[in-house]
């Protein structure tokens, strides 16, 4: 899933524009179906089979209808489509991720959906992923998967440690990695040096990187940098794995945390599937799953992620209109209750929380912990200022960094991406 958008060659994405495009020049005969294309930024191997069936399944019920699906790594996709977009290539349909909808928006690519059939049944959805679908008091994108970040941990380990329920605090998960490692001499926690993760670090303090209200960048006020130091130090202590600055960290941690080689992690639903898929997790009812802990503020916080289905503003109105049917079937209570059950993946809408889907211990799991999703303010360039953070970030969790001065580059680095908020 994660989370930085990678640069990518320009002839690249021109020739997948060529090649994916909608629009008029999308090579559909007169009087014949109109074929629209679906930019897919899921993975690959464990979520595009079901979107693929899902498109077969759409087709057959729309026979003037043709979907042309393509599945686009999500860490070129942003790049791709911003490329497209303002060629007037871009696909019809986009899997956007929530922080690219109002940064698209504001460049007028997508379509407004308020009205459309697209979003005909609005008030089944989470209110918190409609208002990350919209900008400047439109909607560009029905909610289509979500996710938010949790405490996951290995049960049968914690309760060898006879620890008998998840910490609830960043100071209960220091006492509790420490117990772990005595009594299994297995690590307790292993943390992740990269922004989005540290972000429940600030929500716990009450801060964020900017204050949108005021305009004002916040990465170096009093309580970031509280919760920053807390997050530094859980790099260091009995049973805390040191931090990992490799460019593989991420699969490191993963791999570590599903073969039982430490106790929790923290992590999104998007790698459920992979859990199972370890040695520790072969019983699925040994994946805990537990709010992220709380900073000094007695409050818990994780950053609100996911995707919405948006439409290209630049089509012609039949590609449009073939797109809107598209988007209201694959986010219907039926087609979510799919995904979820295939991909176990988190619906966006309550009715697709049946109880087959509930049965799921990773999906029912991350439910329970949505209450603590924190949605990004409706600033386009939010998402963005995540990137000089995670360089920062990274320098301060491997010591070439001090905390200040990490942090005040990133500060100098965010001004030029929001330059009317103040210091």
Sequence with gaps: MRRGIAATALVASLALA???????????SAGGPVTITWWDTSNATNEAPTYKALVKEF????????????????????????????????????????????????KGF???????????????????????????GKTYGVPFVTDTLALVYNKELYEKAGIKEAPKSWADLK????????????????????????????YG???????????????????????????????DGKGLHKADTTADAYAHIQDAFVN???ASIIQGPWEITNFYKGAAFKDKANLGIATVPAGSSGKAGAPTGGHNLSVYAGSDKAHQEASLKFVKFMTS???????????????????????????????????????????RPELPEYSSLWGPLDTELLAIAGGKKSLDKGLSSAETSIAKLVPDYSK
């Design 110 to 136: 997508f379509l407004p959906l308020d009205g459309t059939e697209a979003l005909a049944d609005q008030d089944k959805f989470q209110p918190n992923l409609i208002k990350q679908a919209q900008y400047d």
């Design 205 to 235: 303090e009450g801060a964020d990187t900017v204050d949108v209200a005021a305009k004002k960048i916040t990465v170096k006020s009093p309580a970031a940098v509280k919760g920053y130091e807390t997050w530094l130090s859980l790099f």
């Design 260 to 262: 039982g080689k430490v």
């Design 175 to 202: 006492k509790a990695a420490a117990t772990i490692k005595s009594k299994t001499g297995v690590d307790g926690y292993w943390g992740s040096t990269q922004a989005y993760y540290a972000q429940s670090f600030l």
């Design 59 to 106: 087709e057959a019920a729309n026979k003037d209808i043709k979907v042309k699906y393509v599945n686009v790594p999500f860490d070129q996709a942003q790049n791709k489509f911003d490329t497209a977009a303002g060629s007037k290539g871009a696909p019809d349909i986009l899997r956007s991720e929530v922080g690219w909808t109002p940064a698209f928006a504001k």
């Design 333 to 375: 209570a039926k087609s979510q209750e799919t995904i979820a059950l295939k991909n176990s993946t988190l619906p966006t809408r309550d009715d697709a929380y049946t109880t087959e889907v509930k049965a799921d211990p990773g999906i029912a799991g991350y439910q329970t912990v949505l209450a603590a999703a924190q949605p």
């Design 18 to 28: 060529a090649t994916a495009c909608g629009g008029s020049d999308s090579g559909d």
